[in-house]
């Protein structure tokens, strides 16, 4: 497999992670560079375990994986971006903030944007490719583009104000809807 070709297969699995942060940067729920280290640094984590894990975890347990992996995807996403929109919509501001940096979000954030990298990586097992070039090459590119997303997401945000935390959570809540809708049609 080319360098190109893993390339174009981590920047498509790193849109998912590019989005989330943008919506997360435009709500200014991850302001500072702690915060966009941590996310970039996790999404790029997952990113870079999940495609391993799926190259080992081989044909029976994918059976069982794809069944739901696209719900729970789904399910996390929505109940983020439900959270983003209601405090978004609060006009007292004092919706509780939900910082996609932090404890179990960013864990849920984690595993809903890579867990397609779940069946990437069982792809690349059965068409007999080494599995850690290309995992460090999708782990380095999404954690680019998070970081990337935080930096755009932060612009979009300071001009935009309140309203962008409610397309910020519109946007999570399509991302996962356009995944469960693949899997469904699939």
């Given amino acids: 497999m080319s360098f ?26 991850a302001n500072g560079p702690r915060s966009a280290f941590r996310l ?17 975890a081989g044909v029976t347990v994918e059976r069982y994986i794809a069944v739901y992996d696209h719900w729970i ?7 983020v971006g439900g959270r983003m929109i209601g405090s978004g919509l609060d006009p007292n501001g004092e919706h509780e903030r939900l910082d996609p940096s932090r404890g179990w979000t960013l864990v849920m954030l984690s595993i809903a944007v890579s867990i397609d990298a779940l069946a990437v990586g069982l792809s690349l097992g059965l068409i007999g490719v080494a599995i850690w070039y290309p995992a460090i090459v999708i782990g380095l ?3 680019l583009m998070s970081w990337l997303g935080l930096r755009l997401g932060g612009g979009l945000g300071k001009r935009f104000g309140k309203s962008m935390e409610v397309i910020g959570g519109l946007v999570l809540i399509g991302i996962g809807l356009r995944i469960l809708v693949s899997h469904l049609l699939n």
Avoid: K, N, Y
Avoid at 14 to 24: N, Q
Avoid at 40 to 56: C, N, S
């Fill in 73 to 79: 995807a789904f399910g996390l996403l929505a109940f």
């Fill in 4 to 29: 190109l070709e893993i390339l174009l297969i981590a920047l498509s699995m790193a849109m998912d992670a590019f989005a989330v942060c943008l919506g997360a940067g435009t709500a200014g729920r």
């Fill in 141 to 143: 590119v999404t954690g």
């Fill in 40 to 56: 970039a640094f996790h999404f790029g984590l997952f990113q870079f375990l999940l495609p391993l894990v799926g190259w080992l």
